[in-house]
């Protein structure tokens, strides 16, 4: 299995513009995950999906963050605008999750987003 | 809610020697999963170890060993014969059933000394 595969991995951009993060989670999870993770807040969950379904997006900082999972094996995270306290390295990650929880969950390999 | 406590910030290790990274959680879930994750300088999250809050041994994969306390509420990482390779972020973390989510500590940073 490739495990799950993020990009872009690495994205610099400009206050102001639109960032799009893509995900494709290991076939067969049921569950996918997004999380940002700074020096000053450690690792945050923004949001996650079950079976393609936003269960909790409580997370989300705000308007400007939207989460998408149009079926099972992609999501994106879109940022619009931009601003430099986004900077940050996303990750998300996937899981299957069956009745009785969780043993697994494996994390792409980041993007490390640069707003200037 | 869930919660996990790491509260070692850094620890170092002698090469070789064994080391044992804490955690601690609060939950309220009578099914749980923990796991033990690693983050090298390169900044990728590799898993480590799982323990089911009713399975009766504890996790053991390799050099990593999850010494699992339930009624202390530990969950503790033990990385035997420590090679340079082990210095990285230790990240301990809980799976709750209830919320189906994962809760993350802040991490201990572990330094293996030559």
């Known amino acids: 299995d490739a495990g799950v595969i993020q990009s872009p991995r690495h994205e610099v951009t400009e206050m102001g513009q639109e960032v799009t993060l893509r995900c494709k989670p290991i076939s067969g999870h049921n569950s996918l995950f997004w999380y940002r993770q700074t020096m000053m807040r450690g690792l945050e969950l923004l949001i996650y999906?079950?079976?393609?379904?936003?269960?909790?997006d409580s997370g989300m900082p705000e308007d400007r963050f939207s989460a998408k999972m149009p079926n099972a094996s992609f999501s994106t995270l879109k940022i619009q605008p931009s601003e430099p306290r986004d900077s940050a390295v996303y990750f998300c990650?996937?899981?299957?999750?069956?009745?009785?929880?969780?043993?697994?969950?494996?994390f792409g390999p980041g993007t490390r987003l640069t707003v200037l | 809610a869930q919660k996990i406590t790491q509260t070692q910030p850094g620890m170092f290790v002698q090469e070789k020697e064994a080391v044992t990274l804490d955690c601690t959680y609060d939950t309220s879930d009578p099914s749980y999963g923990l796991f033990w994750y690693k983050q090298p300088s390169s900044g990728e999250m590799i898993f480590l170890i799982y323990q089911g809050s009713y399975d009766q041994q504890n996790a053991t994969e390799g050099r990593y060993s999850l010494n699992f306390q339930k009624a202390r509420k530990s969950a503790n990482l033990v990385i035997s014969a420590s090679q340079l390779g082990d210095s990285a972020m230790y990240f301990c973390?809980?799976?709750?059933?209830?919320?189906?989510?994962?809760?993350f500590g802040t991490g201990t940073s572990l330094t293996v000394i030559p």
């Open positions: 973390a809980i799976f709750s059933n209830t919320g189906n989510q994962f809760y």
């Open positions: 990650a996937s899981s299957l999750i069956r009745t009785q929880g969780a043993d697994t969950q494996y």
């Open positions: 999906f079950n079976n393609n379904v936003p269960i909790d």
